[in-house]
């Protein structure tokens, strides 16, 4: 079995397998405190005006839609949903 850390999963790029768009690298992961799974890996919406106008929505992707996690990239089988970006700019 293969491991990797929160560390690793940030340095890798996160592909739609759908689209074959790239959605970003992953910023954060959610976690179930209770059971110690992790549950999402969220890719921070890309930031307006060299972030001064903040971001755009983060992309939230479910544990369960990732395909594959190889050495650089991730691979999600099915559109991201959208979640409002928790960081906001200077306006």
């Known amino acids: 079995?293969?491991?990797?850390?929160?560390?690793?999963?940030?340095?890798?790029?996160?592909?739609?397998?759908?689209?074959?768009?790239?959605?970003g690298h992953v910023s954060d992961v959610e976690i179930n405190t209770c059971d110690g799974k992790l549950v999402a890996v969220i890719v921070w919406g890309r930031s307006r005006c060299f972030?001064?106008?903040?971001?755009?929505?983060?992309i939230r992707i479910c544990w369960e839609d990732i395909e594959v996690i190889g050495a650089d990239t991730i691979l999600v089988c099915k559109e991201p949903e959208k979640r409002p970006s928790s960081r906001k700019g200077l306006f």
């Not at 079995?1 to 959605?23: F, H, P, Q, W, Y």
């Not at 972030?51 to 983060?58: E, F, H, N, S, T």
């Open 51 to 58: 972030g001064l106008l903040g971001r755009d929505d983060d």
């Open 1 to 23: 079995m293969d491991c990797c850390s929160i560390t690793d999963l940030r340095n890798k790029e996160v592909i739609s397998a759908k689209s074959g768009c790239r959605l």
